[in-house]
C-alpha cells in the first residue's frame, strides 16, 4: 500500500507561480510512474504531467508544456509539480497519483492505483 498526500496549493493571481508537493509514504519502493491529475468544476479529470520512476522520463498536457515541471526527489520520497505563468483554466483540484505498473499509456488514469485527496489551485485574474 501507498500512501500520498499532497500540499501547497492554493489561490494566486494568473502570471503566478505555486509549486504543489506530494509526500508518498508505505511500500513505494515498486512505483513505477508517478503523476499528476486535476479536476475543474464541471470537467472530467485530466492527466497533467507523468514522472517515469528511474529514468526520469516526463510527460506533460499540451496545456501546460513549458510551464510546469514534474519533479522527484527521491531521498524525501516526494513528488513536485512547479507550476509558472498560471492561467485561470488551471483552477481545478490537482491529485498525485502512482502507479506500479510497468508500463503507461498517456493520458490514461487507470494504471494509477493509488491517489491523493487532492489539493486546491484556485487562479484569479
Known amino acids: 500500500q501507498v500512501q500520498l498526500v499532497e500540499s501547497g496549493g492554493g489561490s494566486v493571481q494568473a502570471g503566478g507561480s505555486l509549486r504543489l508537493s506530494c509526500a508518498a509514504s508505505?511500500?513505494?519502493?515498486?512505483?513505477?510512474?508517478m503523476g499528476w491529475f486535476r479536476q475543474a468544476p464541471g470537467k472530467e479529470r485530466e492527466g497533467v504531467a507523468i514522472?517515469?520512476?528511474?529514468?526520469?522520463?516526463?510527460l506533460y498536457a499540451d496545456s501546460v508544456k513549458g510551464r510546469f515541471t514534474i519533479s522527484q526527489e527521491r531521498s524525501k520520497n516526494t513528488l513536485y509539480l512547479q507550476m509558472n505563468s498560471l492561467k485561470l483554466e488551471d483552477t481545478a483540484m490537482y491529485y498525485c497519483?502512482?502507479?506500479?505498473?510497468?508500463?503507461?499509456?498517456?493520458?490514461?488514469?487507470?494504471?494509477?492505483?493509488?491517489w491523493g485527496q487532492g489539493t486546491q489551485v484556485t487562479i484569479s485574474s
Open positions: 514522472f517515469r520512476a528511474g529514468s526520469g522520463t516526463t
Open positions: 497519483a502512482y502507479s506500479t505498473l510497468a508500463s503507461y499509456r498517456w493520458p490514461q488514469q487507470s494504471e494509477f492505483a493509488y
Open positions: 508505505g511500500y513505494t519502493a515498486s512505483t513505477n510512474y
